[in-house]
C-alpha cells in the first residue's frame, strides 16, 4: 500500500477560493514534498518540509506537516484556473533511499 | 539550467519487443531517480543511480533495467514488453543523494505497448 494518501481526490472550486489538500502518511518521515503535474507532463516541486518543521509558506502555498498525527495539508489560496493540476504528496521515511508518492488529488479550478 | 530532457517522448511498441529510454539530467545533478506511472498504481519508483551506481531499486521485475553513463546521463531498458508496462515513464534529477533536496521531473515518455 502507499504510504502518502492524498485527501480528497478530487477537488473543483472556483477561481478566487481557496484549496486544500490533505496527505496522510502511515511510517515516520524525514521530510515530505509537493509536487504538481500538469496533465501528461512531468512534476514539478512545490515545497519541501522537514520533519522538524511545522509550517512553510511559498508565494500562495502554504504547507503544514502534523508528524503527531502523520499528516500535512496544502492549501493555495486565491486560486487561478493555471492551478487546475494533480498534486501530489511525495514521503521519505529515516532510512528510506526513495521518495514514495500518494495517488495524487486533481484540482479543477473553474474560472 | 537547461531542465531534465526525456527522449523520445512518446513511443508505441508492440508485445515482446524491448525499448530503450533516455533522460538527461539537469548539469551537475549526479543522482539520477525513474518512475513509472500508470492510472491503478500511480507513481511507483523504479530505481535511482548516483554516480554510473545503482543506490536502489523499486519492486519491478529484472525485464527493467537501467544504467547511468559518466556524464550522469541514465538510460532504462525493458525487455520483453507487456501490455501492462504501458505507462508514463518518469525521469527525475536531484542535487543530492538521499532524498534532502527535491526531484526535477522531465516530461516523461509516454510507452504504449499494443
Known amino acids: 500500500s502507499q504510504q502518502g494518501e492524498e485527501d480528497p481526490q478530487a477537488l473543483s472550486i472556483q477561481e478566487g477560493e481557496n484549496a486544500t489538500m490533505n496527505c496522510s502518511y502511515k511510517?515516520?518521515?524525514?521530510?515530505l514534498q509537493w509536487y504538481r503535474q500538469n496533465s501528461g507532463r512531468g512534476l514539478v516541486h512545490l515545497i519541501l518540509?522537514?520533519?522538524?518543521?511545522r509550517e512553510k509558506h511559498s508565494g500562495r502555498l502554504r504547507v503544514t506537516l502534523d508528524t503527531s498525527k502523520k499528516s500535512s495539508s496544502l492549501l493555495i489560496t486565491a486560486s487561478r484556473a493555471a492551478d487546475t493540476a494533480s498534486y501530489f504528496c511525495?514521503?521519505?521515511?529515516?532510512?528510506?533511499?526513495?521518495?514514495?508518492f500518494g495517488p495524487g488529488t486533481r484540482l479543477s479550478v473553474l474560472p | 539550467k537547461a531542465g531534465v530532457t526525456q527522449t523520445p517522448r512518446y513511443l508505441i511498441k508492440t508485445r515482446g519487443q524491448q525499448v530503450t529510454l533516455s533522460c538527461s539530467p539537469i548539469?551537475?545533478?549526479?543522482?539520477v531517480s525513474w518512475y513509472q506511472q500508470t492510472p491503478g498504481q500511480g507513481l511507483q519508483f523504479l530505481f535511482e543511480?548516483?554516480?554510473?551506481?545503482?543506490?536502489n531499486k523499486g519492486n519491478f521485475p529484472g525485464r527493467f533495467s537501467g544504467r547511468q553513463f559518466s556524464n550522469s546521463r541514465s538510460e532504462m531498458n525493458v525487455s520483453t514488453l507487456e501490455l501492462g508496462d504501458s505507462a508514463l515513464y518518469l525521469c527525475?534529477?536531484?542535487?543530492?543523494?538521499?532524498?534532502?533536496?527535491?526531484?526535477?521531473f522531465g516530461n516523461g515518455t509516454r510507452l504504449t505497448v499494443t
Open positions: 527525475a534529477s536531484s542535487g543530492e543523494v538521499g532524498g534532502s533536496s527535491p526531484l526535477h
Open positions: 511510517t515516520s518521515i524525514n521530510n
Open positions: 518540509i522537514r520533519s522538524n518543521e
Open positions: 511525495a514521503t521519505l521515511p529515516p532510512y528510506g533511499q526513495n521518495f514514495v
Open positions: 548539469s551537475g545533478h549526479r543522482s
Open positions: 543511480y548516483f554516480s554510473e551506481t545503482q543506490r
